[in-house]
T-cell receptor
Framework: DSGVTQTPKHLITATGQRVTLRCSPR?????VYWYQQSLDQGLQFLIH???????AKGNILERFSAQQFPDLHSELNLSSLELGDSALYFC????????????FGQGTRLTVV | QQQVKQSPQSLIVQKGGISIINCAYENTAFDYFPWYQQFPGKGPALLIA?????SEKKEGRFTISFNKSAKQFSLHIMDSQPGDSATYFCAASSSSYKLIFGSGTRLLVRP
């Protein structure tokens, strides 16, 4: 158990819908990172939050957004979903601003039908 | 320049053998090189990591070899076991905060 909790584990939704993925970091970790893992793209960085502030953005679509709340949990919002958004979404947390000693959650498997 | 190239894509090793996975990078600003192990349906788990001030780091059966001049690093799994069958990812990061992952190597250790 990495100590990073993601919910839900599985999500099936229709195209055009909006979903919210939730991540609780390890106790004491201030950084949360979101990654997308699909078969043909590997692990792709989406966004990084540190202590409530956005620190870096990767190839995150405009239809996707995220935030980190005062209690440090984070949510990834995916809207106007397309079939190609089907993937595993992971969050990871680390103690500081840099992604060293980062631990991943179990992921949310999103299936868009 | 932000890429991390990983090879091979897949690897089959007999039990007791040595598994070797290689990675190469271009960005000389990278200063942290971890390896992650991922089992099906699970998240990547941090296995071992190295910084460029050392050429080798060993933890149990897992060893990272690092060649700064060649900008390459590799994972060696000694005495490979069927339980090591998983996908392995190398990664690299710098002060840009995020980890850049290699494309992954699917390892199968045959009994």
């Amino acid at each position: 158990d990495s100590g990073v909790t993601q919910t839900p584990k599985h999500l099936i939704t229709a195209t055009g819908q909006r979903v919210t993925l939730r991540c609780s970091p390890r106790s004491g970790d201030l950084s949360v990172y979101w990654y997308q893992q699909s078969l043909d793209q590997g692990l792709q960085f989406l966004i990084h939050y540190y202590n409530g502030e956005e620190r870096a953005k990767g190839n995150i679509l405009e239809r996707f957004s995220a935030q980190q709340f005062p209690d440090l949990h984070s949510e990834l919002n995916l809207s106007s979903l397309e079939l190609g958004d089907s993937a595993l979404y992971f969050c990871a947390s680390s103690p500081g601003r840099v992604m060293a000693e980062a631990f991943f959650g179990q992921g949310t498997r999103l299936t868009v039908v | 320049q932000q890429q991390v190239k990983q090879s091979p894509q897949s690897l089959i090793v007999q039990k007791g053998g040595i598994s070797i996975i290689n990675c190469a990078y271009e960005n000389t600003a990278f200063d942290y090189f971890p390896w992650y192990q991922q089992f099906p349906g699970k998240g990547p788990a941090l296995l071992i990591a190295i910084r460029p001030d050392v050429s080798e780091k060993k933890e149990g059966r897992f060893t990272i070899s690092f060649n700064k001049s060649a900008k390459q690093f590799s994972l060696h799994i000694m005495d490979s076991q069927p339980g090591d069958s998983a996908t392995y990812f190398c990664a690299a990061s710098s002060s840009s905060y995020k980890l850049i992952f290699g494309s992954g190597t699917r390892l199968l250790v045959r009994p």
